[in-house]
């Protein structure tokens, strides 16, 4: 059973489309990042994951209907959205009794012991939290949950580089296994490109690319060439092409790796460069086309 | 050898077992998500707490006045009996207050701080969510007002009898007239029946228009009822709906009107009103719980679309 099935997954807000049939499949134990710019619809996308707005078409979340059936379906979904959404006139020790209460799959011991390594005590409160502290206490939460699906809508957003390096270093050693699936939305692309096992872009309440990273790697190439041969690079028609100290850097969708590296040296794209390429090319041409 | 009806018994059985623990689970949901309402909103029981402190304080002041005065004051009845009837009127006004307060504050605060997003990460549905907010002024708050005032009314009484000892005045005078035990029984009739049920629409209003207010509930709970009083009396010249709303808070009309500076006699007289033969058959009683029961039906529903503001 595939983990999320959405087909012609549809979402409007009046006018504007959020959403524009989506047809999305994440199998059981895969990391997939979401990646889009501000307002293509991946925190739409989430949130119907979640079971937080209606939709049409559509969605399967671990064989439930998210809006229908939310308050079930969360016994075997965690979420951490996009800034700290932990009560702040709580106290951690409450937020652990209150979690364990009405919790099924919580284990207080665990969250104790993810959180003993933090500098949180017990008896905070977590308006005296700093914003790293309290995504801290969330992710102890959510880690403690033996849950099936993990959604992570900019999780690290607003911390510092120490708190947002331990965030996806505690959450791929301490929570992640093979049966396990998480779901991410990120801007800071860098920090997670590692991690991932499949890839989704987004524009526009579209999807403009699906792969999984193995793919991405046979898929594209990168290509960096010195000026006098970017010509005959440039006859293969990349996709992309940018300058950069010393020549030129061309990036190759579905071209022989063998027959370009006769031309320079080749690598596989980061997911930044790849994203500027299809997303940033993306709505240039819709641009055009307007015009 | 197993015969259909012993697969069907079976399948029975388990279906059985298993909606036993479903209940316990949905029981001890709703038990905590009730803790959590106390613990967000600690208003809720400190204020009858602070209320009560503050006129036991006066009524110390009160009575040591008195005390200094003894034998130029002239013993009534009232003398006794009115700081008493303000002790439970204080108390209740209080109630009546933080009820109202919370009830338009919980669902529109979780929305302005983002918790809800936190709140619906957890397999806790919008219809216990609803209920357990409900059950904090129409069971909860009535239940410790009444404790409150219970405590509060002993330790006057205990009070009085320590500061009055000695000096003459008999103090089994004081216990007797104070009819402290049927003072009680009317009181948690009181509070258990118009401030739980008869004033369950006031509080299904406030939790509808606190699910739903963009910003400002307070201003979109008042402006309604003031736009139809308004447009009533500029277009037909009457005030029936004001009369509605005035009268709903005052309470139904077949309700014992509580005085403890009633002769004994008397007390008896309402006693025989306690039996909750009038006040279930009274009309608006039914009406008010239907209409408490649309507004809490459409709050569930709101919430289950609200996110944060």
């Known amino acids: ?291 | 050898m197993t015969t259909p009806s012993n697969v069907v018994s079976e399948s029975q059985a388990g279906t059985q077992a298993a909606a036993v623990p479903a209940v316990f689970a949905g029981a001890r949901l709703f038990l905590w998500s009730i803790r959590r309402e106390l613990w967000e909103y600690r208003i809720v029981y400190l204020t009858p707490l602070i209320a009560a402190v503050i006129f036991l304080f006066s009524f110390l002041i009160h009575i040591l006045n008195l005390r200094r005065h003894i034998h130029s004051v002239a013993w009534t009845h009232e003398t006794f009996a009115v700081p008493y009837e303000l002790s439970g009127a204080l108390i209740m006004g209080t109630a009546l207050v933080v009820g109202l307060y919370y009830s338009l504050d919980c669902l529109y605060g979780e929305r302005r701080d983002r918790s809800i997003l936190f709140w619906k990460s957890l397999p806790v549905s919008d219809l216990t969510a609803v209920l357990s907010k409900l059950t904090i002024p129409l069971v909860f708050i009535p239940l410790f007002s009444f404790a409150v005032t219970i405590v509060t009314q002993f330790l006057m009484l205990t009070l009085s009898s320590l500061v009055l000892l000695g000096s003459g005045v008999s103090t089994s005078e004081l216990w007797v007239h104070s009819s402290f035990l049927m003072f009680s029984l009317i009181l948690l009739y009181h509070m258990l029946l118009v401030h739980g049920l008869w004033y369950a629409p006031i509080y299904g209003w406030m939790l509808l228009m606190s699910a739903w207010s963009p910003r400002a509930p307070v201003v979109w709970a008042i402006l309604p009822p003031f736009i139809i009083c308004g447009v009533e009396k500029l277009s037909l010249n009457t005030t029936y709906f004001l009369h509605f709303i005035a009268q709903r808070f005052m309470g139904p009309d077949s309700q014992p009107s509580m005085s403890a500076s009633m002769s004994a006699n008397q007390h008896h007289h309402f006693a025989s009103q306690l039996i909750p033969h009038h006040f279930f058959t009274e009309p608006g009683l039914w009406f008010g719980l239907v209409v408490a029961a649309i507004f809490v039906a459409a709050t569930v529903r709101l919430r289950r679309y609200r996110g944060p503001i």
């Open chain 1, 1 to 291: 059973m595939a983990c999320i099935e959405a087909r012609a997954l549809r979402k409007t807000y009046g006018a504007t489309v959020a959403l524009d049939g989506i047809n999305l499949r994440v199998e059981e134990g895969r990391i997939l990042g979401l990646i889009g710019p501000n307002g293509a619809g991946k925190t739409t996308a989430l949130n119907a994951i979640l079971g937080l707005t209606p939709y049409q078409g559509e969605l399967r979340v671990l064989g439930r209907d998210p809006w229908a059936e939310r308050d079930q379906l969360m016994r075997d979904v965690c979420f951490i959205a996009d800034v700290a959404v932990l009560p702040r006139w709580i106290r951690v020790a409450d937020a652990l009794e209150y979690v364990a209460g009405v919790h099924p799959r919580f284990d207080r011991t665990k969250a104790e012991m993810f959180l003993a390594r933090t500098t949180i005590r017990l008896t905070n409160k977590v308006k005296e939290l700093s914003k790293g502290m309290v995504t801290q206490l969330h992710l102890a939460l959510v880690m403690a949950i033996d849950a099936r699906l993990l959604v992570l809508d900019e999780p690290t957003l607003g911390l510092d580089l120490l708190y947002r390096k331990q965030f996806y270093d505690s959450l791929l050693t301490d929570y992640f296994d093979r049966n396990r699936t998480i779901v991410v939305t990120t801007h800071q692309v860098e920090e997670i490109e590692h991690v991932l096992t499949d890839l989704v872009f987004m524009d526009r309440g579209r999807i403009v690319l699906k792969a999984t990273m193995e793919e991405i790697e046979t898929r594209y190439v990168e290509l960096a060439v010195r000026p006098e041969r970017v010509a005959a690079a440039r006859a293969l028609k990349p996709i992309d092409e940018r300058q950069v100290l010393g020549g030129n850097v061309l990036l190759f969708d579905h071209v022989d790796r063998q027959q370009l590296a006769a031309l320079g040296d080749v690598r596989t794209p980061s997911i930044a460069d790849l994203f500027v390429a299809v997303v940033g090319n993306n709505a240039g041409q819709a641009q055009g086309a307007v015009q």
